[in-house]
T-cell receptor, first 116, second 116 residues
Framework: DTGVSQDPRHKITKRGQNVTFRCDPISEHNRLYWYRQTLGQGPEFLTYFQNEAQLEKSRLLSDRFSAERPKGSFSTLEIQRTEQGDSAMYLC??????????????FGPGTRLTVL | AQKVTQAQTEISVVEKEDVTLDCVYETRDTTYYLFWYKQPPSGELVFLIRRNSFDEQNEISGRYSWNFQKSTSSFNFTITASQVVDSAVYFCALSVSTGTASKLTFGTGTRLQVTL
């Protein structure tokens, strides 16, 4: 069974550039989550998809951030006009759930973003 | 709002010692779910366990055991006879059963260092 994969694993960019990350969830999972983790902290929720619908976005997700899951399979997270404060590990997780908050999320290896 | 506190920032033990990682949570919801994840140096979060708020039975899995006490809002994790491979950052997390999202609220993690 293939786990969650993320690409790229590392990204170094200059301030002001746009970046895009990709997440491929576990194949039978209908839910997909994005989290951000800064050094010494736990992951923080950014956004969530059920199938192709983006159902919730955190206040952490400024208008420079956009996420899509066009066919309910892989997802992309784009950051426009990157800032140094965007430097972090971006984690993707997937789960199978129908209602409530009980599903277990399985995480990918993350994309580490460094903004110079 | 939900909150998870892991007061122990870093713990160092010698191999074969037992170690307990503390987790205290806050929520007003009566139905919630508690999780532990392990984050080794490679960075990928590895799921360890999920407990439901209505099931306070403690659980043992090999060298790992978990003690869930609703009276003190705690969900502590014990590793018996620790090994060097247990060295990692361990995160406690909480999700609640409202709406459709299972977004996790994480603690700040406890770094466990096991030495020979």
């Amino acid at each position: 069974d293939t786990g969650v994969s993320q690409d790229p694993r590392h990204k170094i960019t200059k301030r002001g550039q746009n970046v895009t990350f990709r997440c491929d969830p576990i194949s039978e999972h209908n839910r997909l989550y994005w989290y951000r983790q800064t050094l010494g902290q736990g992951p923080e929720f950014l956004t969530y998809f059920q199938n192709e619908a983006q159902l919730e976005k955190s206040r952490l997700l400024s208008d420079r951030f956009s996420a899509e899951r066009p066919k309910g399979s892989f997802s992309t997270l784009e950051i426009q006009r990157t800032e140094q404060g965007d430097s972090a590990m971006y984690l993707c997780a997937s789960s199978f759930g129908s209602s409530g908050g009980s599903d277990t999320q399985y995480f990918g290896p993350g994309t580490r973003l460094t903004v110079l | 709002a939900q909150k998870v506190t892991q007061a122990q920032t870093e713990i160092s033990v010698v191999e074969k010692e037992d170690v307990t990682l503390d987790c205290v949570y806050e929520t007003r919801d009566t139905t919630y779910y508690l999780f532990w994840y392990k984050q080794p140096p490679s960075g990928e979060l590895v799921f360890l366990i999920r407990r439901n708020s209505f099931d306070e039975q403690n659980e043992i899995s090999g060298r790992y055991s978990w003690n869930f006490q609703k009276s003190t809002s705690s969900f502590n994790f014990t590793i018996t006879a620790s090994q060097v491979v247990d060295s990692a950052v361990y995160f406690c997390a909480l999700s609640v059963s409202t709406g459709t999202a299972s977004k996790l609220t994480f603690g700040t993690g406890t770094r466990l260092q096991v030495t020979l």
